[in-house]
């Protein structure tokens, strides 16, 4: 199973950003997936996640900003970033956890780098 993520970039302050990330492979189905990101000096922090028919989990620091979706037939998960702020610059990563051969397994894809100026 791969994870292919795409999005990232440079935005003003304010700006919006979508980020995706696209599992491919062998996949009998998804548990869930979720986005991470790591900022310069700090540990990686969960940011939101999404259960196949479950309700999302976004950290407090980006609720009524960021929006994740996930769309279990094309195996795809989106991140929608608005009202960016500086202190949202960082590594962003998609995971997955996924169902394939005998058990659940975590898939973790590249980062991509987000960066805010204010």
């Known amino acids: 199973v791969q994870l292919q993520a795409s999005g990232g970039g440079l935005v003003q302050a304010g700006g919006s950003l979508r980020l995706s990330c696209a599992a491919s492979g062998s996949i009998q189905s998804i548990h869930a997936m979720g986005w991470y990101r790591q900022a310069p000096g700090k540990q990686r922090e969960l940011v939101a996640t999404?259960?196949?028919?479950?309700?999302?989990n976004n950290i407090d620091s980006v609720k009524g900003r960021f929006t994740i979706s996930l769309d279990n037939a094309k195996n795809t998960v989106d991140l929608q970033m608005n009202s960016l702020k500086p202190e949202d610059t960082a590594v962003y990563s998609c995971n997955a956890r996924i169902w394939s051969g005998s058990g659940l397994w975590d898939y973790w894809g590249r980062g991509t780098l987000v960066t805010v100026s204010s």
């Open positions: 999404i259960p196949t028919g479950g309700s999302t």
